[in-house]
């Protein structure tokens, strides 16, 4: 019990801290460990959690209260999510204070240009695994799509397009 | 429609000195960000800090985005820090962040528990099943609009790859990764912004 939830906060912490551009980045990383190596969830509860946490208000990443809670119940989520807000609010609060004070930025500038490729190639590795584990069938492939074209095109709040996708669902087209 | 207007009057009546918002309001305005964050929260803390409470300018929000995105973690956590430390110091970033995520933690330990009763009904996995696609796509979206972004060259192409390839298919863990590609990346910036 005491070495999950030890588990779950160093592990938790070091997302909170690499989730450079976002916590969609760990994404991948998160599926390695908290699937692959620990089978804390399964793949598919995987990417349930995160598609419910997407539909539920707040910042992203609450998924991994969710896995917490599945590998420890209710002390994992409080753990998991303590541990994903508290690095990351230390580095902001020490790290925007540091670079108030000075105005050449040119370092900051660099770091943030040099990580744009890696954050990208994060994001790539996560839709991978999510594609993976959603795409079983045609038409989740094809909602895929249409939802990928519509939120790339347009405008429109994305939580429109979880509803109606959820609404196809429950009306049985996913099988 | 009125909330901008009256922002913007405000602004005009005290220039350059604005009031520094107490914790309490802090509190509350975070609060409530985080509870109104559908589909993204950083459109809603955009219209509670700049359109209705007046605290930042459209511009100051818009200086605030790229080291809340180089910061890691969600980029409206770290709004929350630096502007609850900008006005309250410590005492303020703590209130801000707290109240920030004191709703949807509650949330998502009701749906955990929901999860662990009805997860594993008919109606739910049908739900869930209509969940993921959206999910996937807007993970999708988000990659496109991102590679659109980036500074176009063969450093780019390559590290994307190299960063696909260690973490999707090689299966490294992210901190060595980021540990390797991360320097690697700024040093290349870093020289393509001297030889310009």
């Known amino acids: 019990m005491w070495s999950t939830l030890a588990d779950l906060f160093v592990h938790g912490s070091i997302w909170s801290l690499l989730a450079v551009g976002g916590m969609n980045a760990t994404l991948a990383d998160i599926q390695r460990y908290a699937v692959d190596t620990r089978h804390w969830v399964t793949g598919e509860q995987f990417v349930t959690f995160f598609s419910i946490t997407q539909a539920a208000p707040g910042p992203n990443g609450m998924a991994v209260a969710l896995i917490g809670f599945q590998a420890a119940g209710l002390s994992g989520a409080l753990v998991s999510t303590i541990a994903k807000i508290l690095p990351s609010s230390l580095m902001a609060y020490f790290v925007s204070a540091w670079v108030e004070r000075r105005q050449d930025s040119r370092i900051v500038a660099a770091v943030r240009k040099g990580l744009a490729p890696v954050t990208v190639g994060l994001l790539v590795s996560a839709a991978y695994v999510f594609a993976r584990e959603t795409d079983v069938n045609v038409s989740r492939a094809l909602c895929t799509l249409v939802c990928a074209a519509v939120a790339y095109r347009s405008k429109l709040n994305p939580i429109y397009l979880v509803a109606a996708s959820a609404l196809l669902g429950l009306a049985g087209v996913f099988g | ?196």
């Open chain 2, 1 to 196: 429609m009125t909330a901008p207007t009256a922002a913007s009057s405000s602004e005009m009546t005290t220039p350059g000195a604005p009031p520094v918002p107490t914790s309490f309001a802090l509190f509350k305005a975070f609060f409530f960000i985080g509870l109104t964050g559908f589909g993204g929260v950083l459109p809603w803390a955009r219209r509670m800090l700049v359109e209705r409470l007046g605290w930042l300018t459209s511009r100051e929000f818009a200086e605030l985005l790229p080291l809340a995105q180089l910061l890691p973690g969600p980029n409206v956590a770290n709004i929350a820090t630096v502007l609850g430390r900008q006005y309250r110091g410590a005492k303020g970033a703590a209130v801000a962040v707290f109240a920030l995520y004191l709703a949807p933690t509650i949330i998502t330990i009701g749906i955990g528990y929901a999860y662990a009763r009805w997860g594993h009904a008919p109606v739910t996995a049908h739900l869930f099943a209509g969940l993921m696609p959206a999910a996937t796509g807007l993970v999708i979206a988000t990659v496109l609009k991102l590679v659109t972004s980036l500074p176009r060259g063969v450093a780019s192409i390559v590290l994307v790859a190299a960063t696909f390839i260690s973490i999707a298919l090689m299966k490294i863990p992210l901190l060595i990764v980021l540990a390797v590609l991360g320097p690697l990346g700024t040093i290349t910036m870093l020289r393509r912004a001297q030889k310009d």
